[in-house]
Structures are given as C-alpha cells and as structure tokens.
C-alpha cells in the first residue's frame, strides 16, 4: 500500500485527503516510480476545483521525480533503479509510488538533485516550447520585447532567465514590488507591478509606443484586454493559463482592428504527446540548467501531508518561484 492525495469530488483546499491506495504493476506502457520528490503547479488547482473537469476520485499532481521500480514489458528507454523525471498526464504524481505512462519520462541527469528535477520539468518544458516554439511570424531576434505576465511564479523564473539566454528583452510583470524585484534579478529586463500600474501603457511606453512581438499570458481573464493592447501589428497572443480565470469568449473582429494579431491557446501536453518530442525538449532544459544560464529557484517546500496549505499558498498569491511537496 501507498500513500496518496485524493479528491473525491471537486473544491477547495480541504477536498484533498490523504489515503492509501495499492498501485498494483505498471502496464505494458507504463513506468513505476518511487517519488523522491513532486511539483506543484498552477493546473493542479484547475483539476481541484473542477475548471478542468476529470473523472473522480483522482489523485492530483502532473510532475516528479525519483527512481524506477518496476517497467512494463513494451518500455524500452529505461531501466529499474533509473533516476528519473517527468511532466505527465494522467494526474497522480502527489503519491509516494505512482504508475504512469512512460512516455513522457526522461533520464535525469545525474548532476539534477531530484527535487530540481520534480520542479522543472512541467514549468520548465513550459518555457522551453513558450520561448522556443511558440514564436511570432518572423520568429524573435536577440533585443526583441516580449511581454511575459506573472514573471516571478514558477514557469515565469525560469521564462525571465531563458529570455535573458537568448537576449530578449522581456518586460515581466508581478502582483508586488517584492515579485517584481525578483523576476528583475532573474533577468528580466523590465518589470510592471500590474496591481498598481497600467501594464499596457507602461509596455508601450518601454517600447517606444511600438508594442512587443509576443505577450505570454497566463493571468487569463483580467489581463487579456490589456495584453492585446500591448501587442504591436502582426503581434502574438499567448494564452496559456487561467491564473484569474478563463478568457470570456473573444470577438475575432478585435484581432483585426488591434492591428491584425495573431492568437494562440497552447498546452505543453500537445508538446509532449510523443518520446521524441519530450526527449529533444527535455535535453534542451537539460543543457540549459546544466550551464547554469538557468536555475530552478525553490522557494517552498510543503511535507506531501500540508498539501492543502502548499495549494492555499500558490492560489492566494504567497509563493514565487517553484513549489515541491516532498513524500
Ligand atoms: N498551457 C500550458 O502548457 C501551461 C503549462 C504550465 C503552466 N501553465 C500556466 O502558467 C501559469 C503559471 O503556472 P505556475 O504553476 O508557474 O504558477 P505560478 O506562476 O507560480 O502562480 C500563479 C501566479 O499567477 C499570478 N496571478 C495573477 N492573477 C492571479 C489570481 N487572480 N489568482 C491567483 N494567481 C494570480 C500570481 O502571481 P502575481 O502575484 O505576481 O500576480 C501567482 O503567483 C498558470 O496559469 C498555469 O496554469 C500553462
């Protein structure tokens, strides 16, 4: 028997319970791994509170890292005693022992610690394909602007410092002067607390009324208008999370009087959906963090059994950087 964080039916912090299941063998796909460490994300909250709708009762948690137990007979790139990490679906990594599909399951490599590894593969593989593959026409050059919203949470460090990797000049906004400072010191070149600024007006002014090639949002409903707004001609939209809630519906005819803007509404998931994909995305992250032009900043660390404050903690706005639960 293992321990595991359940939610019988969708809602807040307390609907997650702390039960003990039998994980059974892996499947013929499917890896078994021994978590040495878990990361917390932004989507775990939307599958808690039922925004993103999955079958119940379902144990929560989409990333992790730790070592191979067990291998089902058609997985072939890895080996028992592997230590390992991933981002995947299904949920269920907020456990101790987790079968899951092998997929998406990468080699860590060793000079990785395990709680790094369980807190970059999500957000990290987040920013690789939002900075590297989720470009404006044209692609972007070393000086562009690009916009990134909530720059000192989780996937935004990682996006500050990558960006600053590849000599873009992104504007990083954040809900405090604290966040602000932050994401600044992680490489953003410029910062707008957007509680207390106008970050549209504040964008066009950094850029010299013209606007940035590309706004990375994942705030959703109170910043899209104004993350239109900050776009110049034949600019991206980004929307990739709900932080605030979802995006209302969008009247397509805005896109062509704002200045005949491009939208997208990706998912790392789409990314990762074959090994090969995850694997040239997941060495990229490797090198990345290996030369140290990234780093992963741990700024919490939660017990598995204070889940319900680490969730608290990451909706009420209180953490910055990554969060791991460690089992
Ligand atoms: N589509 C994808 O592939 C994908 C993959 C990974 C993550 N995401 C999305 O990216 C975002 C960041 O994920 P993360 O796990 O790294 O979380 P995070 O950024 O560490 O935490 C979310 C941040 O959003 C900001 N925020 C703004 N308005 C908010 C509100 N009304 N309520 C709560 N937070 C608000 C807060 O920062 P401030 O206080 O600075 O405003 C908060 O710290 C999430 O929206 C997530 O869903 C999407």
Redesign the pocket.
């Known amino acids: 028997m293992t321990q595991v964080v359940r939610i019988e039916q969708p809602g807040g912090p307390e609907q997650m319970k702390l039960v003990q299941v039998d994980v059974g063998e892996p499947g013929p796909n499917e890896v078994q791994v021994r978590h040495h460490a878990i990361g917390l994300?932004?989507?775990d909250i939307?599958q808690r509170s039922g925004l993103y709708s999955l079958p119940l009762p379902l144990t929560l948690g989409m990333e992790g890292a730790g070592v191979v137990e067990a291998i089902g007979r058609d997985v072939h790139h890895l080996a028992l005693g592997d230590r390992v990490a991933y981002a995947s679906q299904p949920p269920g990594s907020y456990s101790e022992l987790r079968n899951l599909p092998a997929t998406s399951v990468c080699q860590l490599p060793d000079a990785i610690d395990f709680e790094t590894g369980a807190a970059m593969m999500?957000?990290g593989l987040?920013a690789q394909y939002l900075l590297r593959k989720t470009l404006p026409a044209g692609g972007l050059e070393a000086g562009d602007f690009v916009l990134f919203h909530?720059a000192?949470?989780?996937?935004?460090l990682i996006a500050c410092q990558w960006a600053r990797a590849l000599g873009l000049q992104l504007i990083g906004?954040?809900?405090?002067d604290e966040?602000c400072a932050l994401a600044r010191e992680n490489g953003a070149a410029h910062v707008i607390n957007?509680r207390t600024e106008n970050f549209a007006e504040r964008v066009k002014d950094i850029t010299g009324g013209q606007g940035v090639k590309v706004v990375y949002d994942?705030?959703?409903k109170?910043t899209f208008e104004g993350s239109l707004d900050s776009l110049r001609p034949f600019g991206l939209m980004v929307s990739?999370?709900?932080?605030?809630?979802p995006v209302p519906p969008v009247n397509l005819g805005t896109l062509g009087a704002k200045g005949s803007l491009y939208i997208t509404r990706?998912?790392?998931?789409t990314h990762i959906a074959t090994r090969e994909g995850t694997q040239e995305m997941a060495n990229e992250l490797f090198d990345i963090v290996g030369s140290g032009q990234v780093k992963i900043p741990i700024n919490q660390r939660y017990a598995l059994a204070d889940v319900q404050q680490a969730h608290r903690d990451?909706?009420e706005?209180r953490?910055t950087g990554a969060s791991v639960l460690l089992p």
């Open positions: 994300n932004y989507i939307y999500l957000k987040t909530a000192a949470g989780g996937v935004g906004t954040a809900g405090s966040k957007y994942s705030v959703g109170d990739f999370g709900n932080g605030s809630g990706p998912t790392l998931f990451l909706e706005r953490t």
